[in-house]
């Protein structure tokens, strides 16, 4: 049974920085990423990241500001969050695939999420 377990979530102030991880249990998966839910707005993604991390694609509202990275041997993606604006809180979930395509729109498996609040 696969399973994604967030952590890492909370608040912090703009321009603050926050650090999210993603365990992977019951498989491995080519693709690993994150999306967001704002409240009242539809999940969205934010990055996503092959084995060898030399996939890296971001949404065009955090690139420059958030970094996706994996630690293969712990079977884990994180998400480093800096500059944080107002506008990213959301809840954040983590996604997994074996597509590096499907899992742009479609992920296979998603976490529980974790909610992240950036005061202003």
């Known amino acids: 049974q696969v399973q994604l377990v967030e952590s890492g979530g909370g608040l912090v102030q703009a321009g603050g920085s926050l650090r999210l991880s993603c365990a992977a249990s019951g498989g491995t998966f080519y693709a690993m990423g994150w999306f967001r839910q704002a409240p009242g707005k539809e999940r969205e993604f934010v990055a996503r990241?092959?084995?060898?991390?030399?996939?890296?694609y971001y949404a065009d509202s955090v690139k420059g500001r958030f970094t996706i990275s994996r630690d293969n041997a712990k079977n884990t993606v994180y998400l480093q969050m800096n500059s944080l604006k107002p506008e990213d809180t959301a809840v954040y979930y983590c996604a997994a695939d074996r597509s590096i395509v499907s899992i742009l729109t479609r992920p296979a498996y998603w976490g529980q999420g974790t909610q992240v609040t950036v005061s202003s």
């Open positions: 990241s092959g084995v060898s991390g030399g996939t890296t």
